[in-house]
């Protein structure tokens, strides 16, 4: 018997979408990161540590926090984010 996977899409998509990945830089060398917290508890604790080793390999980061967990980023937050930087790291938790 072949087992079946089902996938289930967490965004309530009706008809999802097929979207290519993100082309990935050959190196961080240069490149601004911005480390997001979205203000769940502990996800500071995760993304201190990704910063610590991003800047240990001479990445420039920049440390960004969300109010608050059930809203989407405000528009001038997003706006910084983009403006200031190549990439973005977003932390989650549970």
């Keep these: 018997m072949t087992a079946s996977l089902v996938l289930l899409d967490p965004t309530s998509e009706r008809s999802p979408v097929a979207r290519a990945l993100a082309v990935r830089p050959p190196s961080l060398h240069g490149l601004a ?10 996800g500071n604790v995760f993304l201190d540590r990704v910063a610590e080793l991003l800047a240990a390999q001479g990445v420039t980061v920049n440390r960004y926090r969300k109010p608050t967990f059930t809203r989407p980023a405000p528009t001038a937050l997003r706006q910084q984010i983009a403006a200031e930087n190549q990439l973005v790291i977003e932390g989650l938790a549970d």
């Design 33 to 42: 990161v911005a480390v997001l917290d979205i203000s769940k508890a502990r």
